[in-house]
């Protein structure tokens, strides 16, 4: 299994911002996929989740009507729409992928949004 990200980077507040993460290795038609974050002296965190047809997501309270995951199951890609972006948004964000008994994560994003 591999996640490869891109996007991310610096941006002022209320900006917006697209991650992308390529996924390979496995069926990636049949697999929810998922977005986490870790801001600095933080858990990581749930973001976002996407079915695997991309007909159900769910969002974390501190995103909703601001981020919106996407899927394109031909390009074996996730997606994630940053909009109306908060300083407190700063954060390493990461694909992952759960796979039982494994979970795979790609290598991280940092986005930066400053005030």
């Known amino acids: 299994v591999q996640l490869v990200q891109s996007g991310g980077g610096l941006v002022q507040r209320g900006g917006s911002l697209k991650l992308s993460c390529a996924a390979s290795?496995?069926?990636?038609?049949?697999?929810?996929m998922n977005w986490f974050r870790q801001a600095p002296d933080k858990e990581r965190e749930l973001v976002t989740a996407?079915?695997?047809?991309?007909?159900?997501?769910n969002y974390a309270d501190s995103v909703k009507g601001r981020f919106t995951i996407s899927r394109d199951n031909l390009k074996n890609t996730v997606y994630l729409q940053m909009n109306s972006l908060k300083p407190e948004d700063t954060a390493v964000y990461y694909c992952?992928?759960?796979?039982?008994?494994?979970?795979?994560w790609g290598q991280g994003t940092q986005v930066t949004v400053s005030s």
């Open positions: 992952n992928v759960r796979r039982y008994p494994e979970t795979f």
């Open positions: 290795g496995f069926t990636f038609s049949r697999t929810p």
């Open positions: 996407i079915s695997s047809s991309g007909d159900m997501t």
